[in-house]
């Protein structure tokens, strides 16, 4: 009886149940959930945030930790897709279960993203995506790796035609001001960051700019303006 018990146990640890792939590292481990994962075809241009499998921690929406899985983000899709070491399959993870996760080591340093419910200019309701996070002090800055289609591209290869959705990067800025509002932005200009901001704070970062003499041209840039807005 006991070693039909533990049979059952394993068989779940492992099972496809309605689309969906269950896994267990261990007992006690945390569970991971999603679906298999298969590449989409047809696209011309870079999907993932990362090209190689990336060591990472998971945060899961009931506080636990899922360490040191291999993962990969899907910049199109906004999707963390799980490379299961012990089989090589790959798993698109249910979004809902991550609260955040973070790749240890992406070219010499950690990246972490969130999972963020928000109300872009392109959706028509608030909805859960996940964002790199930039700056958190008394302003927040985040960044949503938006990937989208413009266009198609034609190729002939082997004497066949094919077209291909062209892939492009449209990334949104979401920068949280200490009162909590919120404003977003598309392009890193002095410009368009300062007429995203409400009146109240537009006159104070200005300030900032000039009295740094910051340039406001990259991420980086961004990222050291917003930490001195206090």
Not at 6 to 14: A, G, R, T, W
Not at 29 to 37: R, W
Not at 65 to 90: G, H, P, T
Not at 170 to 197: C, E, G, W
Request: include cysteine; charge should be positive.
């Amino acid at each position: 009886m006991k070693k039909t018990f533990l049979y059952l146990i394993i068989i779940f640890s492992c099972s496809i149940i309605n689309g969906q792939t269950v896994n267990l590292d261990s007992i006690f481990a945390p569970k991971l959930s999603g679906e298999i994962y298969e590449k989409q075809k047809g696209l011309m241009g870079k999907q993932f945030y990362n090209d190689d499998w990336a060591e990472s921690d998971i945060k899961l929406d009931n506080g636990e930790i899922a360490r040191n899985k291999l993962l990969k983000y899907n910049e199109f899709m906004d999707e963390v897709i799980w490379l299961q070491a012990d089989s090589s399959r790959q798993i698109m993870l249910e979004k809902h279960f991550i609260d955040e996760f973070c790749f240890k080591n992406y070219n010499g340093r950690p990246v972490r993203f969130i999972r963020l419910k928000a109300k872009l200019p392109a959706m028509t309701d608030s909805s859960d995506i996940f964002v790199e996070v930039l700056s958190e002090k008394k302003a927040s800055l985040y960044v949503f790796r938006n990937v989208i289609i413009n266009g198609t591209i034609n190729s002939v290869e082997d004497g066949v035609l094919y077209s291909y959705n062209k892939l492009e990067p449209r990334p949104v800025y979401i920068l949280k001001l200490p009162d909590s509002k919120t404003v977003t932005f598309n392009r890193i200009k002095k410009s368009a960051i300062l007429k995203a901001l409400p009146e109240e704070y537009r006159i104070t970062i200005k300030g900032i700019i000039q009295k740094n003499n910051l340039s406001v041209r990259s991420e980086d840039d961004l990222s050291k303006l917003v930490e001195m807005i206090n």
